[in-house]
């Protein structure tokens, strides 16, 4: 996708992680295909975050419940997890899913994932120990600035990622290209993509697309 269309569904998911993640949620499988693109009331490319099945409830003075995972039981997306959701899968916080909108977004704008592998052990240990590839490497026109916003997000160790993703939202609201994805420009998009698509299937309102 052109920089300015992830950077706009980018800051959606921010903002829809914000709302977990105040009420104790840990996605913890953030994927491409767990984002969805819609048309809704007549505005375009609304994101839509979907698919908790993995979330775990973050630690509270008071707990609201038992925990919505088997204690000790692993899960996830290799291709986006983080390094530490590997080791400790009952215990990671927020910048485990800053992480793996990290590797969303890698995605996004290069058409792979930060690391693959011939099977899922060899891609989870390119996580832990490879440095990541930068984007510009496969997609020289990205912008500077949202490299770096995406290469903090995929840095091995939590602390030195964003600590939240309300820093993150304000991170890539910063970037140059943000906020130059615009309604029009999503409208045609969608009008084209259902030109393409007419003779296979049938799109309707409110139809959302995977951004897998």
Same mark, same amino acid.
């Given at each position: ?61 008071? *707990? *609201? ?12 997306? *290799?291709?986006?997890?983080?390094? #530490? ?5 009952? #215990? ?20 792979? &994932? ?20 930068? &984007? ?6 990205? *912008? ?28 890539? @609201? ?11 420009? @999503? ?26």
């Amino acid at each position: 996708l052109p920089p300015e269309r992830s950077v706009h569904f980018l800051r959606q998911v921010c903002q829809a992680l914000h709302e977990a993640h105040q009420l104790g949620l840990i996605h913890r499988d953030l994927k491409p295909a767990n984002i969805f693109a819609a048309r809704i009331g007549g505005v375009h490319d609304v994101a839509k975050l979907l698919d908790f099945v993995h979330v775990r409830q973050a630690a509270t003075e008071h *707990p *609201p419940g038992p925990s919505l995972t088997q204690e000790g039981s692993f899960s996830g997306s *290799p291709l986006y997890m983080p390094p #530490e959701q590997v080791v400790a899968y009952s #215990e990671v916080d927020e910048r485990a899913d800053i992480y793996a909108l990290g590797a969303v977004a890698y995605f996004l704008l290069t058409g792979q &994932p930060p690391f693959e592998g011939r099977n899922p052990i060899e891609v989870i240990l390119n996580h832990a120990n490879k440095p990541v590839t930068p &984007p510009s490497s496969f997609v020289p026109t990205i *912008p500077p600035d949202l490299e770096s916003v995406i290469l903090k997000c995929l840095e091995k160790e939590p602390a030195d990622r964003f600590q939240n993703v309300v820093i993150l939202e304000g991170a890539l @609201a910063a970037c140059e290209c943000a906020d130059k994805w615009t309604e029009e420009m @999503a409208r045609q998009w969608w009008t084209d993509a259902s030109l393409k698509r007419s003779s296979q299937v049938s799109v309707v309102e409110d139809d959302p697309k995977s951004l897998w």
